[in-house]
């Protein structure tokens, strides 16, 4: 499966965005999908991932309440939709899977999947 990213750009703080990830080739409904951040100078950090199953989510400490993940089967794409950003959230988006139904985690945070789309980049100015 190939992934791509997009939905990215420049807001304000406070702000919103949509993030999409599509599938260029094979389909995502069938795995879960993880999205993820990586800052300059920062370690990439899961941010979120929905498994086949639309009612298991999840989602790291600092975008809970703002960030929510969702998947529309019919369109192959799995959201990100991001509120009330802050210019803590400034880096670059990825969507990735595993090719498992689902989300897998260590001591809480997201594991690295093994498949990835090319990143988005989201700009969050003070």
């Known amino acids: 499966v190939q992934l791509q990213a997009s939905g990215g750009g420049l807001v304000q703080a406070g702000g919103s965005l949509k993030l999409s990830c599509v599938a260029s080739?094979?389909?995502?409904?069938?795995?879960?999908i993880g999205w993820f951040r990586q800052a300059p100078g920062k370690e990439r950090e899961g941010v979120s991932c929905i498994g086949t199953s639309e009612g298991i989510t999840y989602y790291v400490d600092s975008v809970k309440g703002r960030f929510t993940i969702s998947r529309d089967n019919a369109k192959n794409t799995v959201y990100l939709q991001m509120n009330n950003l802050k210019p803590d959230d400034t880096a670059v988006y990825y969507c990735?899977?595993?090719?498992?139904?689902?989300?897998?985690?260590?001591?809480?945070?997201?594991?690295?999947?093994?498949?990835w789309g090319k990143g988005t980049l989201v700009t969050v100015s003070s």
């Open positions: 080739a094979g389909s995502l409904n069938f795995y879960a």
């Open positions: 990735a899977t595993d090719l498992l139904e689902l989300c897998t985690y260590y001591s809480g945070s997201l594991l690295d999947m093994d498949y």
